[in-house]
C-alpha cells in the first residue's frame, strides 16, 4: 500500500456495509447503531465485539471505506483502492486497469466467476473467496422445512394425548401389544422420506449448491435447473443432474426455490408452473416470496394438487393473523429466519477481515 491507511472499494449490500461500520471512522453514527440494534438480539455488546475486532486488524483499521452502490461508479471507487469486495461486481482486465494500487480483490461468496482470476494472477493481485454461513444456514432450514413437512409436525408437534390428537383430526388407537409394535399409535398417515425421493433444485447458486450437498447426504436424487448447466465437475461432485424447468417440476416430489429476487423471477412459479409439478409435491420457497404466485399457490392449494409449502421470509413483513395461508395444515411459514443466527454475519466478517489482514503482510 501506498499510505498507511488503507482504502477499500466495497459493493453495496446491506451486510457488506458492516466493513464500513468497523473500519472506517466516518461511518455515520446513524449507520453503526442501526447495526447495533440488528445484532442486539444475538450480540447485546455489539460495541465490544467492534473493539475487539478493531484491535485484532492493525493494518486494517482505520481504513477509508467507499460502499459502491452501482457498476458506473465501480472504476472511480477503483481508482485509489488498496483491497476491493464484491459479491457481483466485475473484476476484470479492465477494472484492474482503472485500480494501480490494488492487492486484492474479496468474493462476498465462494462462485468468483465475475471476477477474472487469471487477469489477477498476472497483475499479482490475491483473490479470495468466503463460504458464508448464511448459505448453509439457509440450506439447512430448507431441510427443516422438508423434514417438518415430510413428517407432518405443523399437524403433530406437541400433540401427544389422545384428546390433543383427536382434536386435530387423527383417530389415535394403541395396537395390540402382545401382536406388534406400537409406534405410530396417533396413526398418522401420509408420513414420507426424504430418502429416495427426488429433490428439484431451482438456481444452482451458492444455496442452491449447500443444498444439494446435503441432499446426497440424505440419499435423495437431485435435479436441478437454471440458464447454464454446471460443468461436468461440478455435477459429479454435488451428485446433479440437469433437468430443463418443465421436466424438472414433472418428476420432484420436492422443489426447492434458490433464485434471486428480481423482474425476471417475480412470479415465475404461476398457475401453470405450480400445476405442471408432480401431483402431491412440496414446494419450499427460500428466496423471495413473490417468485410463487401468491393467488395461484393458494388455489393450487385449495385444489389438493400440492402436497405441501413452506416459506421463509413472507410475503409481507410482519404477517397477518388471518393470512389465508396459514388456514393449510400443510403450510409451514417462518418468520425470515432461515440465515440466522446473526452471528452467522458476524463470524464471516471476523474471518473475512482477518484474511485480509493477512493478505495484506
Known amino acids: 500500500m501506498t499510505s498507511?491507511?488503507?482504502?477499500?472499494?466495497?459493493?453495496?449490500?446491506?451486510?457488506?456495509?458492516?466493513?464500513?461500520?468497523?473500519?472506517?471512522?466516518?461511518?455515520?453514527?446513524?449507520?453503526?447503531?442501526?447495526?447495533s440494534d440488528f445484532f442486539a438480539h444475538d450480540l447485546p455488546d455489539f460495541h465490544g465485539w467492534l473493539r475487539n475486532l478493531r484491535g485484532?486488524?492493525?493494518?486494517?483499521?482505520?481504513?477509508?471505506?467507499?460502499?459502491v452502490t452501482d457498476a458506473a461508479q465501480w472504476p472511480e471507487a477503483l481508482a485509489q483502492a488498496d483491497i476491493a469486495v464484491a459479491e457481483s461486481l466485475p473484476m476484470g482486465a479492465g477494472e484492474l486497469a482503472?485500480?494501480?494500487?490494488?492487492?486484492?480483490?474479496?468474493?462476498f461468496g465462494t462462485i468468483a466467476a465475475n471476477i477474472d482470476a487469471a487477469a489477477c494472477a498476472a497483475r499479482g493481485v490475491k483473490v479470495r473467496t468466503l463460504r458464508r454461513r448464511a448459505n448453509i444456514a439457509c440450506a439447512e432450514h430448507a431441510f427443516m422445512l422438508m423434514l417438518a413437512l415430510a413428517r407432518r409436525l405443523p399437524e403433530t408437534a406437541n400433540r401427544i394425548s389422545m384428546a390433543q390428537l383427536q382434536t386435530a383430526g387423527f383417530h389415535p388407537r394403541l395396537f395390540d401389544?402382545?401382536?406388534?409394535?406400537?409406534?405410530?399409535?396417533?396413526?398418522?398417515?401420509?408420513?414420507?422420506?426424504?430418502?429416495g425421493s427426488t429433490l428439484g433444485i431451482a438456481g444452482m447458486g451458492e444455496i442452491g449448491r449447500e443444498l444439494a450437498a446435503r441432499a446426497a447426504a440424505f440419499g435423495m436424487n437431485t435435479l436441478y435447473y437454471q440458464r447454464r448447466p454446471l460443468p461436468a465437475g461440478i455435477e459429479s461432485a454435488l451428485h446433479?443432474?440437469?433437468a430443463d424447468f418443465d421436466t424438472l417440476l414433472e418428476a420432484s416430489d420436492w422443489v426447492v426455490i434458490c433464485l434471486p429476487g428480481n423482474d425476471s423471477t417475480r412470479g415465475l412459479f404461476e398457475a401453470r408452473r405450480l400445476n405442471t409439478m408432480k401431483p402431491g409435491a412440496r414446494l419450499i420457497n427460500i428466496s423471495r416470496a413473490e417468485i410463487v404466485d401468491r393467488a395461484a399457490l393458494i388455489n393450487t392449494l385449495r385444489s389438493g394438487r400440492l402436497g405441501g409449502f413452506a416459506l421463509d421470509p413472507l410475503y409481507e413483513a410482519p404477517g397477518r393473523d388471518d393470512d389465508e395461508l396459514l388456514q393449510f395444515r400443510n403450510v409451514l411459514i417462518t418468520p425470515h429466519l432461515a440465515a440466522q443466527p446473526r452471528f452467522n454475519a458476524l463470524n464471516d466478517f471476523t474471518d473475512l477481515l482477518l484474511g485480509l489482514e493477512e493478505a495484506l503482510t
Open 56 to 67: 485484532r486488524l492493525k493494518r486494517l483499521h482505520p481504513a477509508t471505506v467507499h460502499i
Open 4 to 35: 498507511t491507511k488503507p482504502v477499500i472499494a466495497v459493493e453495496d449490500d446491506p451486510f457488506l456495509r458492516l466493513i464500513g461500520v468497523i473500519l472506517d471512522p466516518a461511518t455515520p453514527q446513524e449507520r453503526i447503531d442501526a447495526f
Open 240 to 242: 446433479l443432474q440437469y
Open 177 to 195: 401389544r402382545r401382536h406388534t409394535a406400537n409406534s405410530n399409535w396417533a396413526r398418522i398417515p401420509n408420513l414420507s422420506l426424504l430418502h
Open 98 to 107: 482503472a485500480a494501480p494500487r490494488l492487492r486484492v480483490v474479496q468474493k
